[in-house]
């Protein structure tokens, strides 16, 4: 009989690991905890390993359809007029053409549509409890329904629900980074710049904008922000980023004004999850849920790609013997995630600078990746992953 594996989290990680699950000869089941897949929110880059996998899932021309070619990077001052920036043919060249933003929802919901039809798919449930014994695990769902499953998966994001359920509150794990972000999408703003990435800076916040496609805009806050609780309503979530941009410049009016009138914010705290183990017994967490590495690093969602991969890989491998699958996984793949997330720390202060200095700094810092060598050499450093992807015998 297949071995039946309960994931819960229908994001980027959760549709990849039901896709190489059920190629691995496994039985998926998909929770999720929205009532349909999420929409909006913000894009993401996309390239290296991540894009192999989509690539491997057959998705690539579907990822290249939707996806932007950004062609600038360019930051701005008070009047809207030039102060640094870079063209970023570069991550083309670098990438040798395989690296396209995209919005996270356009990732997700293709990746859902890969593994859908050969998985069982559950929305608008999450798990409220779990046990597990020696021949599996007893869940307990929100729509008062009991099931056993073999294993159980996380890949609940940021604040995933298994994760506390079975290794305690996410204090324990969270790095809180000092920033708060906010995106949201709006119809018919103007002005628009087909394939740039506008960004206005001052010491302690950042404001970016990129044109989308059907007359859309996407409006990006990143804001240093001590730790705190944050306000949790859309309405204080709003409220909050307006009292932090109302005096600041450029199209900052028309964007909060902009701000007032949506309904779906995304809000959070920019923070990272590191934990000791990623899995407990027959129990183990992939992607953000277990090793959120922020959107600093800007590979957030290929890593998840590559955990829910890996994971699938091993599992098939050991014939389902899951405690030699599971530390295999971790032992190919806790290296390279760590070396991201230190990374993505130490961009943070380039990313929204506190101080004038930092902020001149990293305007510095980006004209000179307009130097073709220079930005050749400095970002191809972080741009290549250091492992290679490895074959398994899939069943298709
Ligand atoms: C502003 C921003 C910019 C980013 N930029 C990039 C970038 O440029 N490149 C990049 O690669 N990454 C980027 N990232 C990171 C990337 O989005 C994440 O790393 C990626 O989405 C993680 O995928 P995931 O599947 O682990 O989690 P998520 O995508 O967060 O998905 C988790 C899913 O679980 C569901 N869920 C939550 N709780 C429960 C529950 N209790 N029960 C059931 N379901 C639940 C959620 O509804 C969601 O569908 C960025 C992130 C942010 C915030």
Redesign the pocket.
Known sequence: MKKTILI???????PTLAYWLEAGGFEPTL????PSL?SGG?V???WGL?YDIAERMDLLAAVDRAGYRVKELRIVGDGGQRIAGFGTSVFQELTGGRYVTIA?SAL?RLLFEKAKGSSEVIFGT??KGLHQDEGGVDVQLSDGTERRFDLVIG???????VRRLVFGPQERFEKQLGYV?A?FEAAAYRPRNEDVYLLYSQPGRMLGRVSLRDDRTLF?FVFACDPQSLPETREAQKAFVRRRYADANWECAAILRELDRTDDL?F?RVSQIRMPQWSQGRVAL????AF??S?LA???????MISAYVLAGELAKAGGQYQAAFSAWEAKLRSFVQDKQEAAVRFAGAFAPRTRWGLAFRNLVVNALAIPGLSRWSIGRDITDKISLPDYSWRR
């Open positions: 819960s989290g229908a994001g980027i990680a959760g929770i999720e905890k929205a999420r913000y993401i880059d996309f991540g996270r997700s999450e798990i890949a609940d994001g940021l604040h995933s629900g972000v995106a990006l995304y959070d992939i992607g953000d849920a959120c590495a959107l800007g590979q957030g969602s290929a890593l998840a």
